[in-house]
């Protein structure tokens, strides 16, 4: 049955790769029982682990135990789930004829949540009957350090139960933002987009190279993201300054439909990043896990910086 408190819930999350993982911990770190639904046995046995691992270096080593993982949907207990969160391959089909089968077994009451990151929430869940306890939950990796996560609104949702849903994940130590309309990569991956497009197209042109592209939003106006977003900073600098700035750079701001040449060269080329060993960046399998390191490292640390800003977690069991 719904709930919008974590530490009486049950949760299903279907998909254990490195995003189910991550999100089960995400839920589990609120005090939720989770079960993980991943038909891989050696993703199964790797599981453990990785969650208990993380939980350890929350400070919440206990909550690992309130994590399961089974095989199949015909394994789960379907009474009295909360929530149930898709983290499938981003293929249509997959996931249309999963919440096709997640609604014939979950109850009237039971939330059901998409992680999807590119298809609209409306097109998968075309067909369902009850379409309107079905919403976005896209999660950002590594999904158990950003904070962020987005509750998406399709066009039949249920605008009550999406704020329940807010409320939840809350719970969970996360920050929801409510994404009312289902737009095409929903609120923040828009926002990133439309960075990347600028970003890509100055490499394109010349103008700087990718480390220095790199340099300029980590040590410049992207620093001051940890502490205020772009709404915010223009209240910090000026609204007439920010306006004047924008009158004259807009006109020349990249506007191609199309990626940039610096990224359909590449993926032409198979240079496709880490997983193939170069992308803009050369990686070995030692300056990878050095980089994952690293960056974990720096998030882990940012999350400290911003502990006063995130919602508490009920560390009592």
């Not at 135990?65 to 095989?71: D, F, L, T």
Request: glycine share 8%; net charge neutral.
């Amino acid at each position: 049955m719904w709930t919008t408190q974590p530490k009486t819930a049950r949760a299903v999350v279907v998909g254990g790769g490195t995003m189910g993982a991550d999100v089960a911990i995400v839920l589990a770190r609120g005090g939720t029982t989770v079960v993980i639904v991943e038909p891989s046995a050696p993703r199964r046995a790797a599981l453990p682990a990785h969650l208990g691992d993380n939980l350890r270096a929350m400070g919440l080593p206990g909550r690992a135990a309130r994590i399961h993982s089974v095989a199949s949907l015909d394994e789960v207990d379907w009474a009295g789930v909360s929530l149930v969160v898709e983290c499938v391959p981003e293929r249509l089909d997959i996931k249309q004829a999963l919440f096709a089968d997640l609604e014939r077994r979950a109850a009237r009451d039971t939330v059901l949540a998409s992680n999807s990151s590119s298809f609209p929430i409306s097109a998968i869940a075309q067909g369902l009957a009850t379409a309107d306890r079905m919403f976005g939950l896209h999660f950002f990796m590594p999904a158990h350090l950003v904070p962020l996560v987005e509750v998406v609104l399709g066009p039949a949702s249920d605008a009550a139960l999406a704020q329940g849903l807010c409320d939840f994940m809350r719970g969970c130590g996360s920050v929801p933002v409510l994404v009312r309309k289902d737009k095409p990569g929903f609120l923040a991956n828009r926002l990133q987009h439309a960075l990347a497009r600028e970003a890509f197209a100055l490499i394109d042109e010349g103008v700087a190279t990718p480390e220095d592209v790199d340099a300029a939003v980590r040590f410049g106006f992207g620093f001051r993201f940890l502490a205020a977003g772009p709404v915010m900073q223009r209240d910090h600098a000026g609204i007439d300054v920010h306006c004047a700035a924008a009158a004259t750079m807009y006109p020349s701001l990249a506007s191609s439909t199309q990626p940039a040449r610096a990224l359909s060269e590449r993926v032409a080329q198979g240079h496709l990043g880490m997983k193939t060993g170069q992308g803009f960046y050369t990686w070995t399998p030692e300056t990878r896990q050095a980089e994952r390191d690293r960056y974990d490292r720096l998030l882990r640390q940012g999350l400290e910086l911003l502990a006063a800003e995130l919602p508490p977690i009920d560390r009592e069991d």
